[in-house]
């Protein structure tokens, strides 16, 4: 039951996951959508009619430099890439001291489709760098013509491509200036997989700055384009969430229940077994005594005709009867008239219980005899 409730809401996070995945593309001179093949995920040509929220876009088609100001402040600062920077470059501010600020500039090139997230590559793939890293990575199975290196320096992204002078690790290492403890490659079938990856784990605060600025969209079209999806996204969360907390308070509920049973059935049967050993314990304790069990069930054996008698204790030389019956003054009758009967008396009151009496009598023989005088007398 578990089981099939889990399965059903993981089929829900898949479709949810995979919904998201379809509002993103990739463009490399074409635009292209990802598609989960199995476990991975791999690039298709998009359809005419895609339009994605977040748009990857290859080196190739993005122009990535780095510059460094001085640190005047952030107003100044403003001020400054406003008078030295394009007005289609966009700039991220990665590392700052005392004396000057470093930073990233890209400007996309002029065929790059439209979105309201444009990201380039390189500023996914360097979430997966680690410190003092560089990786290579290739678009597709042509190894030597299309692949990029990539590292970052003081949280500065820097990349090549690879050509007849940057063709090494060492020959990047001596553009850089710098020496890498730890050299990686990403193939290009693990491309596709890589990007989303390193975009599920990205602060999605670093994708701010990447947003289509407001002078080219309307805020209706924002509204329409982020707000609506990221809504619908939160109320599904809602849902699988709720749901999966629903379906295991059931579970936790019916398993309680099932266990409740099962111990009132134990319980039920500890009860029964603790009254036969009661009864086992009495009977033994007649047979043991010093008195003649003979005799007993001699003044006994019409009182069980009569009555059902629940329990019997021998204390010293007197026999203590319970039981329930229909009169339970014929039972006192039956046992005083007996001829082995010394004396007989009630114990406690008369109860009476669902029609019938609750009896508790005890009696003395007139003789104590051990069974093995009996037994010789015989």
Same mark, same amino acid.
């Given at each position: 039951? =578990?089981?099939?409730?889990?399965?059903?809401?993981?089929?829900?996070?898949?479709?949810?996951? =995979? &919904?998201?995945?379809?509002?993103?593309?990739?463009?490399?001179?074409?635009?292209?959508?990802?598609?989960?093949?199995?476990?991975?995920?791999?690039?298709?040509?998009?359809?005419?009619?895609?339009?994605?929220?977040?748009?990857?876009?290859?080196?190739?088609?993005?122009?990535?430099? %780095?510059?460094?100001?001085?640190?005047?402040?952030?107003?100044?600062?403003?001020?400054?890439?406003?008078?030295?920077? @394009?007005?289609?470059?966009?700039?991220?501010?990665?590392?700052?001291?005392?004396?000057? *600020?470093?930073?990233?500039?890209?400007?996309?090139?002029?065929?790059?489709?439209? &979105?309201?997230?444009?990201?380039?590559?390189?500023?996914?793939?360097?979430?997966?760098?680690?410190?003092?890293?560089?990786?290579?990575?290739?678009?597709?199975?042509?190894?030597?013509?299309?692949?990029?290196?990539? %590292? =970052? *320096?003081?949280?500065?992204?820097?990349?090549?491509?690879?050509?007849?002078?940057?063709?090494?690790?060492?020959?990047?290492?001596?553009?850089?200036?710098?020496?890498?403890?730890?050299?990686? %490659?990403?193939?290009?079938?693990?491309?596709?997989?890589?990007?989303?990856?390193?975009?599920?784990?990205?602060?999605?605060?670093?994708?701010?700055?990447?947003?289509?600025?407001?002078?080219?969209?309307?805020?209706?079209?924002?509204?329409?384009?982020?707000?609506?999806?990221?809504?619908?996204?939160?109320?599904?969360?809602?849902?699988?969430?709720?749901?999966?907390?629903?379906?295991? @308070?059931?579970?936790?509920?019916?398993?309680? @229940?099932?266990? =409740?049973?099962?111990?009132? *059935?134990?319980?039920?049967?500890?009860?029964?077994?603790?009254?036969?050993?009661?009864?086992?314990?009495?009977?033994?304790?007649?047979?043991?005594?010093?008195?003649?069990?003979?005799?007993?069930?001699?003044?006994?054996?019409?009182?069980?005709?009569?009555?059902?008698?629940?329990?019997?204790?021998?204390?010293?030389?007197?026999?203590?009867?319970?039981?329930?019956?229909? &009169?339970?003054?014929?039972?006192?009758?039956?046992?005083?008239?007996?001829?082995? *009967?010394? %004396?007989?008396?009630?114990?406690?009151?008369?109860?009476?219980?669902?029609?019938?009496?609750?009896?508790?009598?005890?009696?003395?023989?007139?003789?104590?005899?051990?069974?093995?005088? &009996?037994?010789?007398? @015989?």
């Amino acid at each position: 039951m =578990k089981s099939n409730y889990s399965s059903i809401i993981s089929q829900y996070q898949n479709k949810l996951i =995979k &919904s998201v995945i379809s509002k993103i593309g990739y463009y490399n001179g074409q635009l292209n959508r990802f598609k989960m093949e199995g476990n991975d995920y791999c690039l298709v040509p998009a359809q005419e009619d895609f339009s994605p929220y977040l748009l990857i876009v290859s080196s190739q088609y993005c122009n990535e430099t %780095t510059r460094s100001f001085p640190n005047v402040g952030k107003s100044e600062l403003r001020r400054l890439l406003k008078h030295n920077l @394009d007005a289609k470059e966009l700039a991220v501010v990665q590392n700052s001291s005392d004396q000057k *600020v470093e930073l990233n500039v890209w400007r996309y090139d002029e065929q790059v489709p439209e &979105s309201f997230l444009r990201v380039p590559e390189t500023v996914l793939l360097s979430e997966t760098l680690e410190k003092n890293q560089a990786i290579q990575y290739f678009f597709d199975g042509d190894e030597r013509a299309h692949s990029r290196y990539l %590292t =970052k *320096v003081n949280s500065v992204i820097i990349s090549a491509e690879h050509n007849f002078l940057i063709n090494s690790f060492e020959r990047f290492s001596s553009t850089v200036g710098n020496t890498f403890s730890k050299l990686s %490659t990403i193939k290009a079938e693990q491309f596709p997989n890589t990007l989303i990856k390193a975009l599920s784990h990205l602060n999605k605060l670093k994708l701010a700055p990447f947003m289509m600025r407001t002078s080219r969209v309307g805020t209706a079209q924002i509204f329409k384009k982020v707000m609506i999806p990221i809504v619908f996204i939160g109320l599904c969360y809602l849902l699988l969430s709720s749901s999966y907390l629903i379906v295991k @308070d059931n579970y936790v509920a019916w398993k309680l @229940d099932s266990l =409740k049973s099962e111990a009132s *059935v134990i319980l039920s049967k500890d009860a029964v077994l603790a009254k036969k050993l009661e009864n086992y314990q009495a009977v033994s304790e007649i047979y043991l005594a010093n008195t003649n069990a003979n005799d007993i069930w001699e003044v006994l054996v019409p009182v069980i005709k009569v009555s059902s008698i629940s329990n019997i204790e021998l204390d010293n030389s007197t026999v203590i009867v319970r039981g329930f019956t229909e &009169s339970a003054s014929d039972v006192l009758e039956l046992i005083v008239k007996h001829v082995n *009967v010394l %004396t007989a008396a009630f114990d406690s009151p008369i109860r009476k219980s669902r029609g019938r009496e609750q009896f508790n009598i005890s009696f003395k023989l007139k003789a104590n005899r051990e069974f093995n005088a &009996s037994m010789e007398n @015989d």
